[in-house]
């Protein structure tokens, strides 16, 4: 008899949930407990609130000497630079600086004045980041310049975690962050996958679509929840990187569908950055990506790819 074990855990700020699909209970609870601790482990190395974390510590020295950071970290700013590149820079993990100066981090929100935004972007690029792959060390090329893996680190301890179901030998295995950030391989008995239902991020018991996830991931980014409003106007938390503005285009919302959470997690937030035209460029150039988007104003969502 087949058996379904969820486990869930609160980690990076949201709800990670861990199913697994197979037919040995005890095999299935331990690998899925695994898991969780895996999410957990990512969260310590990553994180940005605690003093303690690989960032933190990367954060307060690299401006002065180059800081070796472990393998693995090293690998994720490895990617994280590359998606930086292939986006032409719209994801970029040294937006944080940007993110203070709105008011996003405290959560206040607040418009800098224009000698403020310009400053603010002396310390942003992900060209400020000297990465020296031979003694995994990185450094900054100057003083402010901050890692932060917001927009990339859920998708990453996704994707742990499904290596570890995978690695235990869990038939069919479903993982996700907060909602934006999935990945599925294998199928429940009798399906073809897993489902998922994209939820409108205005009306969330409105369904956008609904998809069966199989062997691949998926990752939603949107302004819809969170951002702040001056004079009518509404202020965004996805900046981006290049002007320092918080994102105003044509889109609402955008999914990306790839093999790897990491990648779909980082280019959902460059593909809301890019709008729809940067989104098509993308995919025209990497077949196996795929994006669905819902343009402000519109009912139905658009496929691509
Ligand atoms: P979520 O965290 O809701 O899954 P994202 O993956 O899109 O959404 O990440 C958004 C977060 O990433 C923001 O809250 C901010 O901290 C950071 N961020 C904002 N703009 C960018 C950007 N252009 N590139 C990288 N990180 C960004
Ligand atoms: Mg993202």
Redesign the pocket.
């Known amino acids: 008899m087949s058996c379904l074990i969820h486990l869930h855990t609160i980690a990076m700020g949201c709800d990670f949930e861990v199913f697994a699909f197979g037919e040995d209970r005890g095999l299935l609870r331990s690998a899925a407990e695994v898991a969780i601790e895996e999410i957990e482990r990512i969260e310590h190395l990553l994180s940005h609130y605690l003093p303690e974390s690989e960032i933190s510590y990367l954060n307060a020295h690299a401006a002065r000497e180059p800081v070796r950071v472990h393998p693995e970290v090293f690998e994720l700013i490895e990617r994280a630079v590359y998606l930086s590149e292939e986006t032409e820079g ?4 040294t ?2 600086p940007l ?1 203070r100066c709105w008011g ?1 981090f405290e959560g206040i929100g607040q418009i800098p004045d224009s000698r403020t935004l310009a400053e603010t972007l002396e310390r942003v690029g992900f060209s400020r980041l000297r990465l020296s792959a031979g003694n995994l060390t990185i450094a900054f090329a100057r003083e402010g310049v901050e890692v ?1 893996l ?2 990339i680190g ?1 998708g990453y301890a996704v994707d742990r975690a499904i290596e570890v179901l995978r690695d235990a030998g869990v038939e069919a295995a479903m993982v996700h962050g ?1 909602h ?2 999935v990945r599925a391989y294998g199928a429940p008995p009798d399906t073809g996958g897993w489902q998922i239902n994209l939820a409108h991020p205005l009306y969330p018991d409105r369904s956008l679509a609904h998809l069966l996830l199989r062997n691949r991931a998926i ?1 939603t ?1 949107s302004a819809a929840e ?1 951002y702040f409003e001056r004079a009518g106007r509404r202020y965004g ?5 290049r002007t320092g503005m918080p994102v105003e285009n044509e889109l609402l919302c955008v999914s990306v569908l790839a093999d790897e959470a990491t990648v779909t ?1 980082a280019l ?3 593909f ?2 890019l709008g729809e035209e940067g989104t098509r460029e993308y995919i025209l150039a990497h077949p196996g990506v795929q994006a669905v988007l819902l343009r402000q104003g519109d009912e139905q969502v658009e496929w691509i790819g």
């Not at 719209?90 to 993990?93: E, H, S, Y």
């Open positions: 719209a994801f970029d993990i937006v944080m993110v996003f932060h917001g927009a859920k907060g934006s950030s990752s980014s969170q938390h996805i900046l981006d990187p997690d959902s937030t460059a809301f950055v």
